[in-house]
């Protein structure tokens, strides 16, 4: 049985280039005393956005690990994908991010609905769960309505995930349901309806990643009350552990944070919610390696500055466009963002300062790091001249990538420490 270990990352790596300076900062947390299991998460939106097949997410992931002489687990993720998109992982992949957002709010068959809340008498009233007190409310309207808002989407998950297991082979890949990209949070009494729905469908799922309240804005800082989120995670967290002993789950089922880089306010508060509950999370990150990969040319100045100029320049040109597939997860205001004319004339610090996420900087501008974290068409336009230039300057671009990784995300999630 493929088991995820308690803590993990998801690494994105989306031109295949920073698999080795991503694992070097899970190397750093083994040296800190905690184990943090990589997982190269692509999602099929953005091999498409690049042009780029899963095989050399793949590819990237067995050479780091053969060359850093990784001894743990590690996985390559097939992220956001759905029935229709996930055949051209099933070879390169262990790890399926079940994506059935789109269908919430669809209506399963009405005896489906029926047969659901039937079953589950014990959804009513008080549920009361460990750590949680006085447990949560469960009307039976509520109930209805809950199965009548996500069963459907439950059972497209089954689908894909039935499919994976022809393919693969029970037990021999995780599997993740994600319901984040999508407009309104799920409270904790969806999320364990949901999960008894996932359990009668026969899903083995490791992780969940469920929309919190507030907003996970690509690469820059959650938005949102943080206490607030703080009491929702432990609530969902009671309600996994709730899930797991009623419905026969994975021990290990854990929660899955999407859009989950740069989120340093709520660091401590996913942090002291693990400690509390004896349990770990899956932190999903990808598009904060691309920008340190135009952080590090930035820094690197002479071609590497010039490169990065002209990525913001098209990004800026080519912005409404660039923008359109990731609406619910960014908020660019134009009127801060520089015009790239002014932008030709920063220095390396200039142009790094404004981009590298320091909250205590003046300099930093999260606009302009949100349209670069969505501009990485532009550089896959680029091709080979972009690409060259990140192995020109691999060494300054692989110590951004796993000074990132480690001391912003890492050493916050899983160690507890201030994020540096
Ligand atoms: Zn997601």
């Known amino acids: 049985m493929t088991t995820l270990g308690k803590y993990s990352i998801g690494v994105g790596d989306r031109f295949a280039h920073q698999a080795k300076a991503q694992l070097e900062a899970c190397i750093l947390a083994g040296k800190a005393g905690v184990d943090v299991i990589p997982v190269w998460n692509k999602s099929n939106r953005e091999h498409l956005i690049i042009d780029s097949e899963p095989s050399s997410v793949r590819t990237a992931a067995d050479a780091a690990v053969a060359e850093l002489g990784w001894k743990l687990p590690y996985y390559c993720d097939a992220d956001h994908i759905n029935v229709t998109t996930?055949?051209?992982?099933?070879?390169?992949?262990?790890?399926?991010?079940?994506?059935?957002?789109?269908?919430?709010?669809?209506?399963?068959?009405?005896?489906?609905?029926?047969?659901?809340?039937?079953?589950?008498?014990?959804?009513?009233?008080?549920?009361?769960?460990?750590?949680?007190?006085?447990?949560?409310?469960?009307?039976?309207?509520?109930?209805s309505r809950t199965a009548a808002k996500f069963l459907f989407a439950v059972q497209e998950a089954g689908k894909i995930y039935r499919k994976i297991e022809a393919a693969k082979g029970k037990g021999t890949f995780v599997?993740?349901?994600?319901?984040?990209?999508t407009d309104a949070a799920q409270t904790p009494a969806e999320l364990l309806i949901i999960l008894a729905a996932i359990a009668d469908e026969g899903i083995s799922i490791q992780t969940i990643a469920p929309k919190f309240s507030g907003r996970f804005n690509k690469g820059v800082d959650y938005v949102g009350d943080v206490i607030q989120f703080a009491r929702e995670m432990a609530l969902d967290l009671?309600?996994?552990?709730?899930?797991?002993?009623?419905?026969?789950?994975?021990?290990n089922l854990k929660l899955s944070v999407h859009s989950g880089s740069d989120k340093f306010s709520i660091y401590p508060a996913i942090y002291a919610s693990m400690k509390e509950f004896s349990t770990g999370v899956h932190l999903k990150t990808a598009g904060t390696t691309w920008?340190?990969?135009?952080?590090g040319l930035a820094e690197a100045g002479g071609d590497g500055l010039a490169l990065a100029k002209e990525i913001y320049a098209e990004a800026y040109a080519h912005s409404a466009e660039l923008c359109a597939p990731y609406a619910t997860v960014i908020d660019i205001d134009p009127a801060k963002l520089p015009a790239p004319a002014e932008v030709d004339g920063w220095t390396s610090e200039q142009?790094?300062?404004?981009?590298?996420?320091?909250?205590?900087?003046?300099?930093?501008?999260?606009?302009?790091?949100?349209?670069?974290?969505?501009?990485?068409?532009?550089?896959?336009?680029?091709?080979?001249?972009y690409l060259g230039l990140l192995e020109a300057n691999e060494a300054v671009i692989a110590k951004n990538v796993t000074e990132n990784l480690y001391a912003r995300h890492i050493a916050p999630v899983f160690l507890g420490q201030a994020a540096s």
């Open 351 to 385: 142009f790094t300062g404004a981009l590298r996420h320091d909250r205590r900087s003046p300099a930093y501008n999260q606009s302009l790091r949100q349209l670069i974290h969505v501009g990485f068409k532009v550089a896959a336009k680029m091709g080979p001249r």
């Open 86 to 143: 996930v055949d051209r992982f099933l070879t390169s992949c262990d790890f399926y991010t079940m994506d059935v957002a789109d269908y919430i709010g669809k209506a399963a068959e009405r005896s489906s609905i029926d047969a659901f809340v039937k079953k589950h008498p014990e959804l009513l009233g008080t549920v009361r769960m460990e750590g949680a007190d006085p447990g949560i409310e469960i009307t039976a309207d509520l109930l």
């Open 291 to 295: 920008l340190e990969e135009v952080i």
């Open 238 to 251: 009671a309600a996994i552990r709730h899930a797991v002993s009623n419905y026969g789950l994975p021990a």
């Open 175 to 181: 599997s993740e349901v994600s319901m984040d990209e």
